[in-house]
């Protein structure tokens, strides 16, 4: 399946999972953390099946092949357009400048 890509869409770079925490690394220098909780699969794959993602739609997505995962940048960036849990408040994602993720990294 073929998807193009819109003019001034935010596109994934780099993606990395800890036990709690997505963290999507954007084109444009920011990153995106948002909990695990909110995608169960992810939070219930083993740290192999995290670590093994692949960028789709140039970018506009995440898939994990091995949990049959799919997620969009734009339901990160925008949680309230596309998830509903029951009982909880989405709370938008948080979002980290580029000196703010090197920061992150060195500490690691």
């Known amino acids: 399946m073929r998807t193009s890509v819109e003019k001034g869409q935010v596109l994934a770079a780099d993606v990395s999972c800890t ?3 997505l963290s999507v690394a954007l084109v444009d220098g920011r990153t995106i953390s ?5 995608f169960p699969r992810l ?9 093994e993602w692949e960028l789709i739609g140039g970018g506009i997505g995440i898939h ?4 049959d995962e799919d997620i969009s940048v734009a339901s990160l960036l925008h949680p ?5 849990l029951p009982h909880q408040r989405i709370q938008p994602a948080r979002e980290r400048s ?3 993720t090197e920061r992150r990294r ?3």
Do not use: C, G, Y
């Open 19 to 21: 036990t709690h925490e």
């Open 34 to 38: 948002v909990p695990l909780a909110w």
């Open 43 to 51: 939070l219930d794959a083993t740290s192999k099946q995290r670590a």
């Open 64 to 67: 994990w092949d091995a949990i």
């Open 80 to 84: 309230e357009n596309f998830m509903s």
């Open 98 to 100: 580029s000196a703010q």
């Open 106 to 108: 060195a500490r690691i």
